[in-house]
């Protein structure tokens, strides 16, 4: 996630800990997989050109998106238990520095997340929470919760931020809508993967005067805008390798600023 401008958050120890004392406390009975996956550009959630504003400093003139404009290196490791609760971590590499928040430089980005999915009758649920950590940084870790629904193939989902950061303000909500599935051709030895994002976000405003929230104020952000559409094919080439490609039919940011579509592929070894 981009930023403009840093500000201590809340204290990271209380979500890393208890991320761990659930690892720690997981039954025995679990899974465990691996992925490391090269992508042709990082594009975090739609943002394809800007996260900035017209007249901020940080926006698109200092080329703030996407989060790496150039092949990223990517991966993570997932636990999942019998009992629904899972944890993992996620990584990827950045095309900027994190720390002084310029292309000189880069960090790279560590997801924590855990939480626990059951079912009632043919539907699905999931309650979990997200840490979002950068090194180098300058005090920008962001805590997200997750809320989601599914039914057979179709997923609702949404994430809220939980505090002040100075890429979101606390409230902001993610919503998605998903489609994954598989199609079969008699031409292919396997089946091919196809999948679909609509992307959708509520903004907490930022006031002229406001001293508590990070994202800059401008007169032309807006309380809610459609994010993106992706639409993604993958195949499996290998036994443990796949590929694939994601169409990202750009949205609207915080300030109204319209995204580019942009293409993007990626590699992924999975163990």
């Not at 042709?40 to 943002?47: D, E």
């Not at 901020?56 to 003139?61: F, K, R």
């Not at 999942?80 to 971590?89: D, K, L, Q, R, V």
């Not at 960090?107 to 979990?128: C, F």
């Amino acid at each position: 996630m981009k930023v403009f401008k840093s500000k201590a958050s809340i204290t990271s120890a209380v979500v890393i800990g208890a991320l761990g004392c659930m690892f720690a406390s997981l039954p025995a009975a679990a899974d465990v997989t691996g992925h490391l996956d090269v992508v042709s550009k990082y594009v975090l959630r739609g943002i394809t050109t800007t996260y900035g504003s017209t007249g901020i400093p940080g926006g698109n003139a200092n080329g703030d998106a996407p989060e790496s404009e150039g092949p990223a290196l990517q991966g993570g490791l997932d636990y999942s238990s019998e009992s629904g609760f899972y944890a993992g971590w996620w990584f990827s590499t950045l095309g900027y520095s994190y720390k002084t928040f310029t292309g000189g430089g880069t960090s790279m980005e560590h997801d924590l997340y855990g939480g626990y999915k059951g079912t009632v009758g043919a539907i699905g649920y999931q309650i979990g929470i997200t840490s979002y950590h950068y090194v180098p940084s300058s005090n920008a870790a962001g805590y997200e919760t997750m809320l989601g629904l599914s039914y057979k193939q179709f997923g609702l989902n949404a994430q809220t931020m939980l505090n002040d950061v100075s890429y979101g303000n606390k409230g902001d909500t993610y919503f998605t809508a998903t489609y994954n599935d598989s199609l079969h051709f008699d031409a292919l030895p396997k089946d091919l993967g196809v999948s679909a994002v609509l992307g959708y976000y509520t903004y907490k405003k930022t006031g002229i005067t406001s001293t508590d929230l990070y994202v800059p104020y401008a007169a032309n952000q807006v309380s809610s805008a459609f994010r993106h559409v992706t639409l993604g094919v993958s195949y499996p080439f290998l036994k443990n390798v796949s590929g694939g490609l994601s169409y990202i039919i750009g949205g609207k940011n915080r300030y109204g600023i319209s995204q580019d579509n942009q293409l993007v592929g990626n590699l992924s070894y999975l163990f």
